[in-house]
């Protein structure tokens, strides 16, 4: 794969996307179904990103132990994300109890 | 308010943006650290954020070339992750659509969640303010070098401490991502659709060439999409009127909740 291709084609489909309709103007109009759908993306898309490398970080098996510090950083990230709702409180949370995890109680 | 200058108002712009631009620091530098961790050289990372400037699918793309993908998938889950950006558009359209297509192509270009959140709430203040445009890019351009700079201090940073790709580092993108989910998690549909695409993705991990990502989030969506319209049919939200208000709001409601919190992500 060639990284600078594949780099500019992103930024052409960002770009496409980002200015398409300041661009065309009125000439675009949203179907309501659409919009509707497009509310799931983030949530699926990020989602769906982070469940296998949670739950089989090293693309085998299923890992479902506390001998695997990506599972238990990301259910204490929900917990403390569901409970304050504070998004770099999560982050800080999460990394350290991963890097406890790796580096204290599985060392 | 007095009409401002060209410069007082690009200046209030980027001014406004400060919180924005001091919780996306951390993700420029998790993001420019997270370059190290992928086959990319560190200036692909430098040239991701100077070409695509769009902090989520940055992230993401840095996944995927850790873990081999196609162009066709790295361009499709691009312009998925990116599709909220048509909204964000949509919604600022009426304040730009006088400008000549150059302007309006460069404020497509600065548009993020973090210049929209604050742009929508300025335009919401001042509907008629003419130059409400110079506002805009003082917003998206602070945002723009702010990216830059966290990139390439991470870039440096993780090119410091090799050690940072065995320790795991792209757990960080985890995190930040849950960050981001959890909120969203609210509401019913929401939380099926979640459910949904990350059993979906677990189960089709071994998909060739990450299909299995763009599986699970069609899933995830046709799951959501069920869940708000039985919900509607059965009475709990009304039908009439525009019937839109949930997913109207949606976009808003994040934009809102992060310009509280300040917190926001360029991962976003």
């Known amino acids: 794969m060639n990284y600078v291709v594949a780099i500019l084609g992103m930024a052409a489909v960002t770009f496409a996307v980002k200015a398409a309709i300041f661009v065309l103007g009125d000439r675009v109009r949203f179907p309501e179904w659409l919009r509707e759908a497009l509310s799931f993306v983030p949530v699926t898309v990020l989602t769906a990103i982070i469940v296998p490398m949670t739950l089989a970080p090293h693309g085998e098996g299923l890992e479902l132990t506390w001998r695997n510090p990506q599972l238990v950083a990301a259910l204490l990230a929900t917990a403390v994300c569901a409970a304050t709702r504070h998004q770099l409180l999560t982050i800080g949370a999460g990394l350290a109890v991963f890097f406890a995890w790796q580096l204290g109680v599985l060392a | ?268």
């Open chain 2, 1 to 268: 308010m007095p009409v401002l200058s060209r410069t007082a108002s690009f200046a209030t712009g980027a001014r406004d943006t400060l919180p924005m631009i001091v919780g996306a620091a951390p993700f420029g530098l998790i993001f420019g650290a997270l370059v190290a961790t992928t086959p990319l050289a560190l200036w692909h990372g430098q040239l991701m954020s100077l070409s695509v400037f769009a902090g989520s699918s940055q992230f993401i793309a840095a996944g995927l070339f850790a873990t081999g993908v196609g162009y066709v998938v790295l361009w499709a889950t691009t312009l998925i992750v990116n599709l909220r950006h048509m909204l964000y558009a949509a919604n600022l359209l009426p304040h730009v659509k006088h400008l000549d297509w150059r302007w309006r192509a460069v404020l497509g270009f600065v548009l993020t969640d973090e210049t929209f959140a604050v742009t929508s709430s300025y335009f919401h203040r001042h509907p008629d303010d003419p130059m409400g445009h110079w506002y805009f890019l003082g917003s998206g351009l602070s945002m723009y070098v702010n990216w830059q700079v966290w990139t390439l201090a991470g870039l440096l940073f993780g090119a410091a401490f090799p050690r940072l790709q065995t320790l795991g580092l792209d757990f960080a993108m985890v995190a930040t991502f849950i960050a981001i989910i959890v909120p969203q998690m609210a509401r019913m549909p929401w939380a099926i659709a979640t459910v949904v695409a990350g059993t979906a993705a677990y189960l089709c991990r071994a998909m060739p060439y990450k299909l299995g990502l763009l599986a699970a989030v069609a899933l995830g969506i046709a799951a959501g999409m069920l869940a708000l319209h039985a919900k509607r049919r059965n009475g709990a939200r009304p039908t009439s009127g525009p019937g839109s208000d949930t997913h109207r709001r949606t976009p808003d409601d994040r934009s809102g909740m992060r310009s509280q919190e300040t917190s926001a992500g360029g991962a976003q």
